[in-house]
Structures are given as structure tokens and as C-alpha cells.
């Protein structure tokens, strides 16, 4: 029918066509046919239909494999997928966890920032304190070895004054002892002139001339005494008021040498808080 071929109808082959289908096996001759009235094609369908037919049996035992395969699966799987599912939620709540972490961590880190910021204004302000202090006993100390220098020259000057006082005591005392033999001797010579007189009976004017004189020489020498002895007191009172002075300095100077020893600690521990 697809050919026309049919009681009404003709077909056009080739003359060579003829000459084959005469002359051909039975075989060869039905092909012929079959492929002129168009049963060839159904017949190809037919076998393309049962090959893809094959192949959907053999894809249908394939997956029936893989159904099984993934229907043993499904248990591990149904475990793996709530572990993950559990694994997603635990995720998650460590997420929010780290980062409250990380809030906390930065507010605890603020507040030791601030603390360290307050500690260092506190560190610098001792530090200027320390720096103040620390000047101040230098200059304490400088004034005070100043005062010790001072302290030493008039030490010196005064232990100079003492010796020069001794050496004018010294001086006195050499005189009082020269005026003491004068008013001796002038004695023995007063002595020795009422002998005289009473051996030589010399006029007694004379005599009492020479006794007036001797008289008045030892009144003058005992005068010249009393000024040396007044001199010599002045210059004992002068030695122990220099000495008294000289012991003061010696404990102002000790004072001044534990106030040194004071501040030289100060000084080191102002550089040791510094």
C-alpha cells in the first residue's frame, strides 16, 4: 500500500531487478517483496523496537541493581544525613557561640585596655612624681654637700683660730711666768735693800725712795699682770666658746653628713621608682 503496488497499480524496478528476482532463491525473492510492499520497514522497526526493548530490560535490571543497592544505602545514609543535619544545627550553635566568644573576648580585652590605660596615667604620673622628687633631693643633696664644703672651711678656719689663740695663750702664760720671776726677783731685791740698810745705815729716805720705786715697778708689773691674766681669760673664754662653736659645727656637720646619707637613699630610690 506505501508503494502502490496493489490490482490497479505498478511498481517501477530495475531490468537488472527483474532478471534477479526470476532467477533468485525463494529467500531472496520475499526480501524483494517484502521490501517493494514496504514490510521491510516495519520489520526494521520491529527489530529496533526489540533491541531498544533489550536495552530497556537490561537498563530496568540496572536500576532494579541500584534500587537495591541505594535501598541498602538508605540506612547509613538516613544516620549520615541526621548527623549532618545535627552536624548543620551544631554548626550553627557553635557559630553563635564563638562569635559570644569573640563579643566577650573584645569587651574583656576594652576593659583591660582601659585598665592599662588607666595604669599608665597612674605609671606616668608617678613618673613625673618620682622625676620631681628625685630632682628635688639633688637638689636637696647638692645644698647640703654646699652646706658640708661650708661647713668643713669654717671647721678649718676656726681649728686655725684655735691654734693661733693657743700660741697667744701659750704667750701669755711665758709672760705671766716672766712677770712672776720679775715681781720675785723684785722682792728679793726689796729684801736685800732693808739688809742693807740695816747694815750699811743708809739714810732712810733714800731708801724709801728705792723701796717706792721697786714699789711702783711691782705695782706696774703687777698691773701688766693683771691685764695679761684679764687677756689670758679672754682668750680661754674665746677658746671655749670656739670650742663650744667647733662642737656644734662637728654636730651640725654630722647632721648634715646623716642628711647626705639620707638623701643619697632617697636619691636612689627615687631612681629605683624612676
Not at 110 to 127: G, N, V
Amino acid at each position: 500500500m506505501d508503494t502502490g503496488l496493489g490490482r490497479d497499480g505498478y511498481s517501477l524496478v530495475s531490468q537488472g531487478k527483474i532478471a534477479d528476482m526470476i532467477a533468485g532463491k525463494g529467500r531472496e525473492c520475499r526480501d524483494m517483496l517484502e521490501e517493494a510492499c514496504g514490510i521491510s520497514a516495519y520489520r526494521y522497526r520491529r527489530q529496533d523496537s526489540l533491541k531498544r526493548l533489550s536495552q530497556a530490560e537490561e537498563n530496568l535490571l540496572r536500576l532494579r541493581d541500584i534500587l537495591t543497592e541505594l535501598e541498602e544505602r538508605i540506612g547509613p545514609l538516613k544516620t549520615q544525613s541526621e548527623k549532618a543535619q545535627q552536624f548543620l544545627v551544631l554548626s550553627d550553635e557553635r557559630k553563635s557561640l564563638e562569635i559570644g566568644l569573640w563579643l566577650y573576648t573584645i569587651d574583656k580585652l576594652k576593659d583591660e585596655l582601659r585598665a592599662q590605660e588607666d595604669a599608665l596615667a597612674i605609671a606616668d604620673d608617678q613618673y613625673e612624681r618620682s622625676e620631681a622628687a628625685l630632682k628635688e633631693t639633688e637638689a636637696q643633696t647638692e645644698a647640703a654637700i654646699q652646706r658640708a664644703q661650708q661647713i668643713t672651711v669654717t671647721i678649718d678656719d676656726i681649728r686655725t683660730e684655735i691654734g693661733t689663740m693657743e700660741e697667744e695663750a701659750a704667750q701669755l702664760d711665758a709672760q705671766g711666768a716672766v712677770l712672776n720671776n720679775s715681781i720675785q726677783h723684785n722682792e728679793e731685791t726689796m729684801e736685800r735693800i732693808g739688809r742693807d740698810q740695816a747694815e750699811t745705815g743708809e739714810s732712810r729716805d733714800q731708801i724709801q725712795k728705792e723701796i717706792d720705786a721697786e714699789k711702783g715697778l711691782i705695782a706696774q708689773i703687777e698691773s701688766i699682770k693683771a691685764q695679761k691674766q684679764t687677756k689670758l681669760d679672754e682668750v680661754q673664754a674665746s677658746l671655749q666658746q670656739t670650742g663650744e662653736e667647733s662642737g656644734s659645727l662637728d654636730q651640725e656637720s654630722a647632721a648634715v653628713n646623716e642628711r647626705l646619707t639620707l638623701l643619697a637613699q632617697q636619691a636612689a630610690d627615687a631612681k629605683v621608682a624612676l
